[in-house]
């Protein structure tokens, strides 16, 4: 199996975070790539709503930005464009259009696929930490870990608590093989399982040190 990048243990600047309420998680979320596209596949089979909204996260402002809407959707797919966090919210509507009820999907992190040289030797972090790609490796790998960077990036630029985002969710690695290998893409979803993950725990670790210290 090719070197990949599992986890980060990146020191997090003390800050204010916000508190953000989510809907309960309790849909599935998933993308995928069809002949140069990038899809989002999506189903809420076990709950019945009136309006599904494609969401991405604006890590400047820490919400979510409504992408696109369909109705009575509960299983669907929608093409994406550019790199970032993603989820699907299933809502009810009320009169005067106000959204109740809501439900969410997982996250996905939709990559980007540049070539060799879009990809920059190194992504400052928002702190000044600088993370290096190993420009020696090959494109698939650079693409692994240029990726994983903006997502790290995007996760410590959000200003609140991330535990406070839907899970990632990632099938096993035994579950994901076929012929013995993990694909390029299913490698990609989960290195950003586990850094996600990853960001995550560091940030209850972070919390409950504070806790202690008060």
């Not at 809907?23 to 089979?45: I, N």
């Not at 960077?149 to 996760?155: A, C, F, G, S």
Request: proline share 3%; net charge negative; charged share 25%.
């Amino acid at each position: 199996m090719r070197n990949r990048i599992d986890k980060f243990g990146l020191a997090l600047t003390t800050i204010a975070l916000l508190t953000v309420v989510q809907p309960a998680q309790s849909g599935e979320l998933a993308v995928r790539r069809d002949q140069g596209t990038q899809v989002l596949q999506w189903d809420f089979s076990g709950s019945q709503k009136l309006r599904y909204d494609i969401d991405r996260f604006d890590p400047i402002f820490g919400r979510w930005n409504k992408i696109s809407t369909r109705s009575m959707a509960h299983s669907g797919k929608d093409e994406v464009a550019g790199a970032g966090l993603y989820r699907v919210k299933a809502c009810n509507t009320s009169e005067g259009n106000k959204l109740e009820n809501c439900e969410s999907s997982n996250v996905v992190w939709v990559p980007v696929f540049p070539t060799e040289d879009e990809i920059p030797a190194a992504v400052v972090g928002i702190h000044g930490e600088v993370m290096t790609v190993d420009k020696n490796l090959d494109l698939e790998q650079q693409t692994e870990q240029y990726n994983v960077y903006l997502l790290v990036k995007t996760l410590d630029s959000t200003g609140i608590d991330i535990r406070d985002l839907p899970p990632m969710l990632a099938a096993s690695e035994q579950q994901m093989m076929e012929d013995g290998r993990l694909s390029f893409d299913e490698g990609l979803q989960l290195a950003f399982y586990l850094n996600y993950s990853a960001k995550r725990e560091l940030a209850g670790q972070e919390h409950t040190a504070a806790g202690h210290r008060h």
